[in-house]
């Protein structure tokens, strides 16, 4: 359910943010006849939020997106698909975990709720840690991935591509995906290193890969500190 509603938004939202950009040097308004007609485009697009959450398969140029679109696609590739299946991202269930942690704070309830069961606070908190984690993973390895542009002494064109490139390849990565805007080649080796680790992580989930070097306990201990309240955002 998680997977089909994510990609209908985020369909809804590409194909609002295409239709509205006036450029003709874009996907959506570009006169290339190979790209087919209105209808075909919009098929086209569809296609892309689904390939976004596991498959792989990229039939238009996505350096042709506009970056709102772009930006929609790379969260669309971090959050992944559902934790049974092959594909990489946080998963679908860990997204939703956490709306519905938010839901029931705003709504005052004392536990996490979804169709009559109560998901459990430890479940709760790992979906936070592995959310966070992953949010420090992309964000570091997209500032390393900056390298490779050529006012930083890298071979891909400023000009032409920017920042939500680099976040849409990372993400790509993560999601494992495969879909690009045309720039991995061009990417220093450092970068392609962290791409590639980063590919392993989202694959086999947080869980399973840095958090499972983690110390862990097989005895409770006898007493606690006491609490101290913290003042928060």
Same mark, same amino acid.
């Given at each position: 359910?998680?997977?089909?509603?994510t990609?209908? *938004? #985020?369909?809804? +939202?590409? !194909?609002?943010?295409?239709?509205?950009?006036k450029?003709?040097?874009?996907?959506? %308004?570009s006169?290339?006849?190979n790209?087919?007609n209105?209808?075909?485009?919009?098929w086209?697009l +569809?296609?892309?939020t689904?390939?976004?959450?596991?498959?792989?398969?990229?039939? $238009?140029?996505?350096?042709? +997106?506009?970056?709102?679109?772009?930006?929609?696609?790379? !969260?669309?590739?971090?959050?992944?698909?559902?934790?049974?299946?092959?594909?990489?991202?946080?998963?679908?269930t860990?997204?939703a975990?956490?709306?519905?942690?938010?839901?029931?704070k705003?709504?005052?309830?004392?536990? *996490? &709720?979804?169709? %009559?069961? &109560? $998901?459990?606070?430890?479940?709760?908190?790992?979906?936070?840690?592995?959310?966070? $984690?992953s949010?420090?993973?992309i964000?570091f390895?997209?500032?390393?991935?900056?390298?490779?542009?050529?006012?930083?002494?890298?071979? $891909?064109?400023?000009?032409?591509?920017?920042?939500?490139?680099?976040?849409?390849?990372v993400?790509?990565?993560?999601?494992?995906?495969? +879909?690009?805007c045309?720039?991995?080649?061009?990417?220093? /080796?450092?970068?392609?290193v962290?791409?590639?680790?980063?590919?392993?992580?989202?694959?086999?989930?947080i869980?399973s890969?840095?958090l *499972?070097?983690?110390?862990k306990? /097989?005895?409770?201990?006898?007493?606690?500190?006491?609490?101290?309240?913290? #003042?928060?955002?």
């Amino acid at each position: 359910m998680t997977y089909f509603v994510t990609t209908l *938004v #985020a369909f809804i +939202l590409i !194909i609002s943010f295409e239709g509205t950009f006036k450029n003709d040097n874009y996907f959506w %308004r570009s006169d290339d006849k190979n790209l087919g007609n209105k209808w075909e485009k919009a098929w086209a697009l +569809l296609f892309t939020t689904f390939s976004t959450r596991s498959a792989g398969f990229s039939t $238009i140029n996505f350096s042709k +997106l506009t970056s709102t679109s772009l930006i929609i696609c790379s !969260i669309l590739m971090f959050i992944g698909a559902a934790p049974a299946s092959t594909g990489g991202g946080i998963r679908t269930t860990t997204m939703a975990i956490l709306f519905l942690s938010l839901f029931s704070k705003i709504m005052g309830r004392p536990s *996490v &709720r979804a169709f %009559r069961r &109560r $998901i459990d606070d430890e479940t709760v908190r790992m979906s936070s840690i592995v959310f966070s $984690i992953s949010i420090f993973l992309i964000i570091f390895i997209s500032f390393i991935t900056m390298s490779s542009l050529n006012n930083y002494s890298g071979q $891909i064109d400023s000009n032409k591509y920017n920042f939500i490139h680099i976040f849409f390849e990372v993400n790509s990565a993560f999601g494992t995906t495969g +879909l690009t805007c045309g720039i991995t080649d061009k990417l220093n /080796n450092a970068s392609k290193v962290f791409l590639s680790i980063l590919m392993f992580i989202g694959q086999f989930g947080i869980s399973s890969t840095i958090l *499972v070097w983690g110390k862990k306990k /097989n005895y409770s201990n006898k007493y606690e500190y006491i609490s101290e309240p913290v #003042a928060i955002g």
